[in-house]
């Protein structure tokens, strides 16, 4: 069976860890599979197994999905003056409606790139969108196959998309998967109509590889005595690094020794190391930047804290509770899955308060973060029963799917 995932990019997120990790356990004795990814952002593609065939991108999405000064490069080359115009026109716009409604852009910009892209040679027997926008798009409009797939990462009723427009999209696809089942039910307040496409597929994680490269060096001081923070995830408003700045501000007015480490990257950096200038905690706020491998800083913390506004599934979390940390994370609904209150973890509103007083009860109080460790600990996690559904997913109504080489059901 052959099959296509599409992917914007391959960056430093976690549903691009958590697509790496679903590759890279597909059964290649059954299933042929091809992974495009519309732009050159191919952090994670090193960790993938080489029975993936990376698809290159046409160059006109090449053209269309790279930065304006090298899009006019390829342009030019191409002798294709069509797409300068093009990519200056989305450039253009891309600022308005950035001004307007910073998700807004994704529907107008396509309007302009459908028109310029060509649809993908062959046909599959399953086709991808892995995440919501443009890879859904990409699999409706330009790729040709009997079955097409679409997944959800976020919480669709926090993410301003535009749901007239993605309606018709979602309507095309045979199938759409959901992380969470707080991100399916969000999904179905805004499209109730669609309850018999739409299932919930957890994030897959490998386990055994997280564990064995937890075990890298890490880069930042790890005979530091102060208590060690740390938080994964893109820096963009969803993730709530304002109440990161804040609470650093508050443990330092407490003389807490501390250094809170960051891993990530995203268009809110400069605003929060001026933000971390202004208050004076520059010194306690590290920024990595990406990190191909996340695993050995979040080994190394004393606490976890996820403090997310929206999620539609924390992967980073489920990649600390393997890790056996003591987390810390907002109520979203999809983390609430995740942990339970005073069981694995804890649980609190998504302010600056809430957030700091919970740091200072596992900072004052070794017992409860060992209780937390301990816990997890004799937890166990397997991806089987995921890695079923996505078989299910993949198959046709005349076959089970297929796992270890053996039919399931």
Request: charged share 25%; proline share 3%.
């Amino acid at each position: 069976m052959k099959i296509l995932f599409v992917i914007s990019s391959l960056t430093s997120g976690g549903a691009e860890r958590a697509l790496v990790s679903m590759l890279n356990k597909i059964n290649f004795e059954y299933y042929e599979v091809d992974l495009l990814i519309l732009s050159d952002d191919n952090f994670y593609l090193s960790q993938l197994t080489t029975n993936v065939n990376i698809k290159h991108s046409p160059v006109e999405v090449k053209m269309l999905f790279s930065p304006l000064r090298k899009a006019a490069w390829i342009s030019i080359k191409q002798k294709q003056w069509k797409f300068i115009k093009a990519k200056i026109e989305i450039a253009f716009r891309s600022k308005i409606y950035k001004l307007l409604n910073q998700h807004q852009k994704l529907y107008e910009l396509w309007n302009i790139q459908n028109k310029l892209i060509p649809t993908i040679d062959g046909v599959y027997d399953v086709a991808v969108g892995y995440l919501q926008g443009v890879s859904i798009y990409f699999v409706v409009d330009k790729v040709k196959a009997r079955k097409k797939i679409g997944w959800i990462h976020n919480d669709y009723r926090l993410s301003n998309m535009n749901n007239t427009y993605d309606e018709k999209f979602f309507n095309t696809l045979d199938a759409i998967y959901s992380v969470s089942l707080a991100s399916k039910e969000s999904f179905l307040s805004v499209f109730p109509q669609l309850s018999n496409k739409i299932k919930t597929m957890y994030n897959i994680v490998t386990e055994d590889v997280i564990r064995q490269r937890s075990e890298e060096e890490v880069v930042f001081d790890t005979t530091y005595e102060g208590v060690v923070i740390v938080t994964v995830g893109r820096l963009h408003p969803q993730k709530g690094y304002d109440i990161v700045v804040k609470v650093c501000e508050k443990l330092c007015k407490d003389n807490v020794e501390f250094k809170w480490y960051v891993i990530g990257k995203g268009p809110l950096q400069k605003e929060i190391l001026k933000k971390a200038v202004q208050l004076g905690v520059s010194h306690r706020l590290i920024l990595l930047g990406e990190k191909e491998n996340p695993y050995p800083y979040v080994k190394a913390c004393d606490v976890y804290v996820q403090p997310s506004i929206a999620e539609g599934f924390g992967i980073a979390v489920q990649e600390a509770k393997i890790l056996n940390r003591p987390i810390i994370v907002t109520d979203c609904p999809a983390m609430k899955e995740q942990i339970q209150h005073l069981h694995n973890g804890l649980v609190v509103r998504k302010n600056a308060e809430s957030v700091y007083e919970a740091l200072k009860l596992l900072i004052e109080n070794p017992t409860m973060r060992k209780q937390f460790t301990d816990t997890l600990s004799h937890s166990q996690y397997s991806s089987e029963r995921e890695m079923q559904t996505l078989y299910q997913a993949l198959g046709d109504s005349d076959t089970f799917s297929k796992q270890e080489g053996k039919l399931v059901t």
